[in-house]
C-alpha cells in the first residue's frame, strides 16, 4: 500500500545538506559574521572554527553564511575537505567564479598572466608560464573585487574537516595558502567546519599557528524557546497550525538537536496528512520514528568515530539513570583518576559530555545513553526472540 501523502508539501528537510527553512539559534553569531559582508571590517571573523556533532546544524550555518555572501556581492568558494581539494578549488571553483566578475575584471586580469580568455572573455585555461599558486588567485580576485565599487570579498567554506594524516597534510597545505593571500592583503572571510577534535588537529599542523587565533563558534543544541520556534514557525509557514500539546511533545522528544528537530517535525507533519493542525496523536506517532532514525542515522555512526577508551568511558556513564559522578566512573573502569579525567576531558570538548555539577558529568547529545544500553543489553544477551525463533533452519540432511 503506497503512503498518502499531505496536501502540502513538508517544511522540514531531515536530509543532508539541506538548509532548513526556519534557523534556530546563534542568531548573534549569524548577525556579526554577516555584518563583515557589508563593511569588510573583519575583525575576529577573518578565520572560524565551527564545529559540533553530525547533526548539529554546522552545514546549515554554512548554507546561511553563504547565502547572505552572495546577496551582498561577495565571491563564494564552498568545498569539504575530502582528497583533491586544491586541485577542486584551483581547476574547476575559481575558473567558475569568472563569470561572476565583468568584462574590464576577466581584461585585467589577463593582463595578470594568470587566467586565458577567448575572444568572447570566456574562460579557456589558465597560463602556465606562471606557476599556480592558489595564493595569487585568491589576492587577483581580491583585487579586482575592490574596482567594483562597492566593498567585497570572497567567502571560503570548508567542511567535513577530517583528522587523517594524508588529509590533514593537504589541508594544512590549502590552509598554508590561505594565510599567505591574508597576509597579502587579499579580503578573505574562511570557515572550516567539522568535530572539535579533527578542528584541533588541524590548527595543530605545523603550518596553520594563524588558525589559532580564529573565531570559535561550538554547536550543539538548542534551547527549548529556541527548538519551539524552529517547530512552530516551520509549521506555519508550511500552512499548518500545531496543538499545543502536540508542539510540546515535538520539543520534549527532539531535545534541541538540530537534525531531531527537522526529523521529528517532518514526521509530525506527513502524519497529519490533508489536516490543518498538527495534534498530539501527529506528534506521539513521530516519537518512536525519529528517535529510532537519528539513532540509525546519526548516534550509532556518532559511537563508531569513538575509541574504545571513549565508549568504555560513556558505558560506564550509562549505567546511570541521571549524571554520573566520575569517582563511580573511575571504579567501574577499575582504573586511576587521572586516566579517567583525560578521557573525560576529551569527550567533553568533543561534544558527547557536559559536565552537570562539581564531580558530575552526563550525555550531551539526547539518547546516546539509550544507545549504548541497547548495545549493552545485545552483548549480555537478553534473551529477546523474534518470529524466526519458532522457524530453525533445517539440516542439510532434513527434508
Known sequence: MSQQRSAEPSPFSPGYGRAPLVFGG???ELAEL????????????????????????????????QDHARDSGWLV??????????ERVMETTIPGLMSEVSVDA??????????????QWEYIDRHREIKPLLRRDLVALSEE?????SPAGILITIDEVSSGKTRLRELARF???LSHAIGEGANLMVVFAGIRVNLEALVNEEHTTFLRRSRDLDFRRLTPAETRFVLEESIRIGGKAIDEDALTSLVSVSQGYPYLVQLAGDYAWRNSESKSSITLSDAQAAHGKAIAAVERRVISRVYQD???VDQQFIAAMAVDDGPSRVSDIVRRLEVSDQYVQVYKKRLIES??????????????????????????????GTGATDDWDHFPPLSPQAG
Not at 77 to 86: K, T, V
Not at 145 to 149: C, D, I, R
Not at 351 to 371: A, E, M
Open 26 to 28: 546563534h542568531a548573534e
Open 34 to 65: 554577516t555584518a563583515v559582508f557589508e563593511t569588510l571590517d573583519f575583525g575576529e571573523n577573518q578565520t572560524v572554527l565551527l564545529s559540533g556533532l553530525r547533526g548539529s546544524g554546522k552545514t546549515s550555518m554554512l548554507a546561511k553564511i
Open 77 to 86: 568558494i564552498s568545498d569539504d575537505a575530502s582528497a583533491g581539494l586544491m
Open 106 to 119: 576577466r581584461r585585467r586580469l589577463t593582463g595578470l598572466g594568470i587566467w586565458k580568455f577567448s575572444a
Open 145 to 149: 573585487l575592490s574596482h567594483s565599487g
Open 175 to 177: 590552509a598554508l595558502e
Open 306 to 308: 569513538l575509541s574504545e
Open 351 to 380: 561534544g558527547y559530555v557536559q559536565t552537570d555539577g562539581r564531580g558530575l558529568v552526563t550525555f550531551s547529545l539526547p539518547y546516546l545513553r539509550d544507545y549504548v544500553r541497547s548495545l549493552t543489553a545485545d552483548d549480555l
